[in-house]
């Protein structure tokens, strides 16, 4: 790099998602100055938080590239198996997320790598998308995956999907989408139904009907208007009613017996599904 003067690299905060790939997201306060990143086995991403000023990026000791980045924009990805080198004009927070190479691989199949490197060496870039997805994957982690596996595994495979758009100029290779049969839909809401009280991932539903993740979500989105997380939630807030309704189990045992992590898990999600709290649905209820 042009400097000498070496960054001060702080890492304030470190989590990793649920689900069946888990990915690190660590947030870290960059001063001004170089920092070299050695080459890794899995992809990195960088989206800045906080701050603007001018960034220089070189992978695998090319030349090296200056622009200017401000909160909201994400730096240049940097591949498997690349180191790269970095310098800031100026203090910045970045939210770093570490992502192993098997989160791409729902999309082997459409491609012969599972990531464009195109991507990797473009500039920095805004996305909308992207920007929501990450920003949620760091809340759900920072909050304990209250929302379990099945959520990150949604919003993991929402976020490469959003990558490997973007790595594609817009556009994915897709199979031709298909439905879900009656008796296959009838086989998942049995299996579901017996585990609302355990931790549920994509990948368990989807190899019920011998799909693979990705075309699994996108055939029962396609089959009934819904995620397969919001299935789950739906699920559970009814199976809560019909306690809450019909049983002597307290407000906490309910939350447990349904899958939910705590009372106060239960109560924010079932207020937000339901418009009130399960204390007062089932004063209601019952009066």
Same mark, same amino acid.
């Given at each position: 790099m042009a400097s000498t003067c070496a960054a001060t690299v702080d890492v304030r905060e470190s989590w990793r998602t649920a689900g069946a790939v888990p990915l690190r997201l660590d947030l870290v306060d960059f001063s001004a100055g170089g920092s070299a990143d050695p080459a890794g086995d899995h992809f990195v991403l960088c989206f800045v938080l906080r701050g603007c000023g001018d960034i220089r990026s070189s992978f695998d000791g090319l030349r090296a590239r200056k622009q200017y980045f401000r909160a909201g924009m994400f730096v240049p990805v940097t591949p498997p198996n690349v180191s790269a080198d970095f310098w800031m004009s100026a203090p910045m927070q970045h939210l770093m997320l570490t992502l192993p190479q098997n989160?791409?691989?729902?999309?082997?199949?459409?491609?012969?790598?599972?990531?464009?490197?195109?991507?990797?060496?473009? %500039?920095?870039?805004?996305?909308?998308?992207?920007?929501?997805?990450?920003?949620?994957?760091?809340?759900?982690?920072?909050?304990?995956?209250?929302?379990?596996?099945?959520?990150?595994?949604?919003?993991?495979m929402a976020l490469v999907a959003a990558l490997v758009r973007r790595s594609q100029d817009g556009t994915i290779r897709s199979q031709k989408?298909?439905?879900?049969?009656?008796?296959?839909?009838?086989?998942?809401?049995?299996?579901?139904? %017996? =585990?609302?009280?355990?931790?549920?991932?994509?990948? %368990?539903?989807?190899?019920?009907?011998?799909?693979?993740? =990705?075309?699994?979500?996108?055939?029962?989105?396609?089959?009934?208007?819904?995620?397969?997380?919001?299935?789950?939630?739906?699920?559970?807030?009814?199976?809560?009613?019909?306690?809450?309704?019909?049983?002597?189990?307290?407000?906490?045992?309910?939350?447990?017996?349904t899958g939910f992590v705590d009372q106060a898990h239960l109560t924010s999600v079932f207020r937000r599904y339901e418009g009130l709290p399960p204390a007062k649905y089932r004063k209601n209820v019952r009066s």
């Open positions: 989160a791409f691989e729902p999309w082997r199949a459409h491609s012969d790598a599972p990531f464009s490197p195109r991507l990797a060496y473009e %500039d920095g870039f805004e996305d909308t998308l992207l920007s929501e997805i990450v920003r949620a994957l760091w809340l759900e982690a920072r909050e304990n995956n209250g929302n379990g596996a099945l959520y990150a595994d949604s919003m993991r989408g298909r439905r879900l049969s009656r008796s296959e839909l009838a086989s998942l809401h049995a299996f579901v139904s %017996d =585990r609302l009280e355990d931790e549920l991932c994509l990948a %368990d539903l989807a190899k019920r009907v011998q799909m693979k993740e =990705r075309s699994f979500a996108s055939a029962f989105k396609f089959s009934t208007g819904q995620t397969p997380y919001q299935y789950l939630i739906r699920m559970r807030i009814d199976r809560a009613k019909d306690y809450l309704a019909n049983s002597t189990m307290t407000i906490w045992e309910v939350a447990h017996a």
